[in-house]
């Protein structure tokens, strides 16, 4: 006991000198006297004393700060792995328990590394990332993944051409891009630095150097009019921007715009900030500056703020914002914090997370993630494949959202002062919901609805919930039965926009336009033409649309996991074409070769690969090859008696080669076809035709707007009924003209899809994306019957009274079997 006793004493001896040398210290560092002294001595000069008093608040305040961040992740982070250039930073709270993971090098030499490279883009090293248990999970907070930028490919703070990837451990592997990836320095070392929910291989992605640019930046500039400009503020999805696929030229390098189409009298803005893109270290360090100024770590906060003061910088020019998703809280944000701004004159909120949505909280996505399909579906009482789709949708949305999840869920701090501001009274707005999720109708019995109601029919778009889009004091709420990722692009959509925002603009009062009292007199050929055109059978359009099941019985017959498919009908056999080989409607790979090009000519299928060319008849699945040659291309098509067709593409145009000549390269081709063994080429402004070896412009789009009246976008799709031509627009459009009577209408505007056309007996099928409709051909009539599928079909083919459609899998397509009425 004596001895317990001394030890004791000693301990609180040496505890009682650490504390007086501490004090001792603290006095040599502050001599409390005399500071009193100088404070006396300045108490007359009160404007030196204030000055002394701020800068101390300041100093205190930026130590305290950054000892509290220091703080927080020294008491957060577990455990830092490295390799050479990967490190990857674990949160104490990620998982429920300790998580430990290996960082392995994908060695350069092997199969993997070099498909990798060829899919992604990879520069360097690729590291897999893989826990050491081998159990597959979903953080519950961000991970933290740096990789060390070499020196060579750094070319200045705001310079951003790379960004971080990671792929797929499936078969073939998808490489994606993590979301939201900024620039930090450590230590004189440049890092890219990205968050993730979960581990898997990981490199460097390289890009053309460019500067990053932000802000409110003009995309169309049209003549000053009445109308307010439009600006428009995307969410996650980019494409909201409104540039059209294979419409970019020379002198118009971007393409062209829906917006503008929509809007042909207004300026078209955007605004452009980097939330899924890469941020540079200026942006990055801009925002750390207004983090230490208000404290405040969010994102959309920071953006909102910066768009509030580019919105300053037009006091004379008024705006109507129309926003998607996360866009949606930016505008909001920005005008309804600071009433000061009165240049809004309308804004469009579509599918805004008002409210926020259950798919930014990572904690429900971890009841998904790296689980057993067949458990989840016997745990939700939902189908196998019901429980990967919500897996994949929730996966894709929060990696898109990973470095501000926590301002989109519901009740965040940033919402809940968002929606404590009022709304401006400068402003008009407009809220858009979708209520098809495009998920299982099974879901509204299953749990699954009390933890995401996005995904329920009628209560949800598959990101954001009815609910949390519409706005109570919206001067006007809309729902619609889309979902998230189309609502922007649906024609109805647009069409109520547009009137949305045209109430708002001021009339201008124009005098009726008052007859002479001449006798209108009318040549011979005039006369002739009034007659033609009073005489001429023109189709009758529908007063309403219907929904009807023209197709019935559908099956799912196989799904492929490959891109880029398309259906091939050979006699009465149909197969599958991809770039990766050749299926047949049941999975099973007949024919394993890259695929350039394929051609059904005479009831034989001639497939042109890398290697030559093989034939196939709808005799029995065997291939032989005829021919070793090919040539160095992006599309071959091998016509019988006639030769190799090959195009190369560019950005703006093709290059197409026939029998090794030059044919032409004024335009972009956007389809290879043949009808009744006549060969055409559809290009995004006209639709040629091969005769004698050389091509000929049936139909161009600057003789169908001038005779037409009315503008479109690109061609996509033609067929043909006699004399008349069928063609299908990127902006929705079905055109009709008669080559011989030199007549031509609108058959639809808007409201049909944009798939493909398709000819059968005397019925014309028009399909979109989800939506089935067509036209009757002996009797020139749209009756504007429909039909709306479950799935994005991508292509259909008929054989007498069976129909086969090619849809959207979420890991590559779905093969369908059903019957046509």
Known sequence: MAGEKKEKEIKENKENKKKLKLNFDIKKLINFQKLKLNLKRLRYNKKVFMIIIISLIIIIGVISFFIFINSNQNSKVTKMIKSKELSVIVPQDAFNSEKKFIIEEIPENSIEYQNLVS??????????????????????????????????LYFGDNFINFTLGYSSDGEPPIVSEFSGARVIKENNTYYLEAETFHLSKIGLIVKSPQESDYGMKTLIEKPVSIEPDILLIPGTDLNFTGYLSNTSTSENPYGNNFWSVLFPKRSIWE????????????????????LIRTGSKSFIEFEAKRLAQQLKRFPNKEFDIVAHGIGGLIARYAIESDKEINNVKNIVLISTPNKGTNLANPIFYNLFYGKNSKLLSNAFNISEQTAINISYNTNFFLEQINSYYEDIMPNSKFLNQLNSYGKNENTRYLAIAGNNPKMSKELSNSSISKIYPEFLNSKGDGVVSVESALLENADKNLLYSKNFYEMYSNPDVLDSIKRFLNESVEKIEIKDFQDDDFIETYTEKEAKEKIIEENYRYFKLPEQYNEENILTNLNTLSKINTSNSILRKIGNKILIETEQGIYSIYGEKIFDSIIKGGVVYNNRYYVSTDTGIYVSDDQNDLFLKISDETKNA??????????????????????????????DNSSKLTKFKILN??????????????????????????????????????????????DLYFILTSDYKLLMFDLINLKGEVIGDQDIGKVKLLKKDDRLFIIGSDTLTYIDLTNRIFKGNYQRLNSDIHDIMFI???????????????????KIK
């Open 119 to 152: 899919l992604g883009n990879f520069y360097g090293k690729i590291y897999n990332v893989k826990p050491e248990d081998g159990k597959e999970e979903s953080s519950l907070i961000p991970l933290k993944v740096r990789y060390k930028i070499p020196p060579n």
């Open 634 to 663: 992006d599309e071959i098509y091998y016509i019988p008696d006639k030769g190799l067709l090959y195009i190369v593409n560019s950005s703006d145009k093709s290059s197409v080669y026939f029998k090794n000549q030059l044919i």
């Open 677 to 722: 063994d006549d060969i055409y080429l559809i290009f995004n402004d006209k639709i040629s035709k091969i005769e004698n070896d050389r091509i000929v412009d049936i139909i161009n789009e600057k003789y169908l707007k001038e005779n037409l009246n009315i503008d479109f976008d690109s061609i996509i799709d033609f067929e043909k009924n006699n």
């Open 271 to 290: 605004y452009k900030y980097p939330m899924i893109d890469t941020k540079s270290k200026v942006y990055y360090d801009s925002y750390l500056g207004y």
């Open 800 to 818: 007498d009274n069976d129909v086969y459609l090619l849809n959207n899998d979420i890991r590559g397509y779905e093969i369908w079997l059903g």
